[in-house]
């Protein structure tokens, strides 16, 4: 359903912060792409988003490329960045203007009671912790229905108790929905944690990206 192929890219400054990596991710997958700080995460998934164009390679989404951000592609980051102007409720619905107020407002409820707010619509994101407003950007993102959601280090910025708390909560997520999942992260633990597989993105050229398949031992 998401595939890069050879993707590459040079910055302007001439770094590469991609040498050739290719990535298929199939529906339902928690794919967790793992590795140290700069060897091109973010890169990956801003070029998978269509937030940036690769300088080589190319990104199809079930089976159409894509050259900027897509209505099927979510992405999650980690900092919420809510509008601190909107309540909760308006932050959530801000991407369904389109719909009548009605089918609006019970989109965002349905959705704000998955991640657990139902009871937070009409706060101001100021009034909420920093959990609290990573759910709602995952709210914000899992509204518009994307088939595929990205995460870029969505619980490096939270304190260790919240970033588990989250993390099972994104678990019991997927397991109601079989939402396909690609995470980026520089925590081994939180990588394993997650993932039903595991890619390594090392920085050195020509060896790139390692998938690992994760196998259950014990169900
Ligand atoms: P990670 O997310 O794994 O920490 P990044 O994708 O942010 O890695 O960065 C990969 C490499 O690309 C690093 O060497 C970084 O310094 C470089 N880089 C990232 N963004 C830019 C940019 N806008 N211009 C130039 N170099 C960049
Ligand atoms: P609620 O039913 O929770 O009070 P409403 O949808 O009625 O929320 O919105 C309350 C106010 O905020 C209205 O004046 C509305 O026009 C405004 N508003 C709603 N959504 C947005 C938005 N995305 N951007 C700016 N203003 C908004």
Redesign the pocket.
């Known amino acids: 359903m998401l595939e890069a192929h050879q993707i590459r890219k040079t ?3 001439g ?1 590469v ?1 991609l040498h050739d990596v290719s990535l298929n991710v199939t529906a339902g997958e928690i794919v967790v792409i793992v ?10 998934l801003r070029v998978l988003s269509g937030l940036e164009r690769p300088s080589a390679g190319w990104v199809s989404v079930d089976g159409a490329r894509i050259e900027e951000p897509h209505p099927a592609v979510g992405m999650i980051f980690q900092e919420p960045r809510l509008m601190p102007w909107l309540t909760v409720r308006q932050n959530v619905g801000f991407g369904l203007s389109h719909l009548p107020k009605a089918e609006r407002l019970a989109r965002v409820d349905e959705v704000l009671a998955r991640v657990g707010l139902a009871d937070y619509g009409r706060r101001w994101p100021r009034e909420l912790s920093g959990g609290q407003s990573q759910r709602v950007s995952i709210a914000r993102a899992l509204v518009t229905q994307p088939s595929v959601l990205l995460l870029d280090e969505p619980f490096s910025a939270l304190d260790a108790f919240t970033r588990i708390e989250l993390q099972d909560h994104l678990l019991e997520l997927w397991a109601g929905s079989r939402q396909t999942l690609v995470l ?1 992260t520089h925590d081994i633990e939180e990588a394993v944690a997650l993932a039903t597989r595991l890619v390594v ?1 090392k920085p050195a050229p020509g060896r790139i990206a390692t998938t690992f398949d994760v196998q259950l031992g014990q169900p």
């Open positions: 910055y302007p400054n770094t912060a590795g140290g700080s700069g060897c091109g995460k973010s890169t990956l980026v993105l």
